[in-house]
């Protein structure tokens, strides 16, 4: 049995799910997600609990138990609490800013980067070298960060670059002196 996929998910007060053929909606204060999953897994909604059941041992079966009570998990998560990643930057004169709708970045390229907010996220610019995305959707969450970061992701020997908060870079070494023996 699946240890993740046999816990039950806990339905806080205020989050409204419903299941019809394994269509899942759930309503909350920050906003809606619907998802469709696979037909073999079992979704029962009862008294604020949420468990998710297979019908057999099968491989596919069993890989799936675990994938979608973590995504039904999340979906109640994004909902009440919402999601977010922090992205820092870092460099002489790379910054970003907000203007209107779009994230505008100077990463040392002869333009500016601009990147269009989309639906279900929400930028913040707290420091001109720190960014930070918000939504209710973490996969959609994770994806926008990625797209971001690989404007100018960090480079082993300075460190320039952006990159996720607490993300550690490995740095190499310059090049050694000529005349070594």
Request: hydrophobic residues 35%; aromatic residues 4%.
């Amino acid at each position: 049995m699946s240890r993740i996929g046999k816990m039950p998910i806990s339905v806080p007060a205020g989050v409204d799910v419903k299941n019809e053929n394994n269509m899942i909606t759930v309503k909350g204060p920050k906003g809606t997600i619907t998802k469709q999953f696979a037909e073999s897994m079992n979704i029962e909604i009862a008294d604020g609990v949420i468990t998710v059941t297979r019908p057999n041992d099968e491989k596919t079966n069993r890989s799936l138990h675990g994938l979608t009570r973590t995504l039904i998990a999340n979906m109640v998560e994004g909902v009440t609490n919402g999601f977010s990643k922090t992205l820092e930057i870092e460099g002489v004169g790379y910054r970003a800013a907000k203007q209107g709708n779009n994230l505008v970045m100077n990463l040392g390229y002869s333009h500016q980067v601009i990147v269009p907010e989309t639906d279900g996220i929400k930028i913040d610019v707290p420091q001109p070298n720190k960014i930070v995305i918000n939504g209710i959707d973490k996969q959609v969450v994770g994806q926008f960060a990625a797209e971001v970061r690989e404007k100018r992701p960090p480079e082993p020997y300075k460190g320039k670059g952006i990159r996720y908060a607490g993300e550690h870079i490995i740095r190499k070494e310059g090049k050694a002196g000529k005349g070594k023996k």
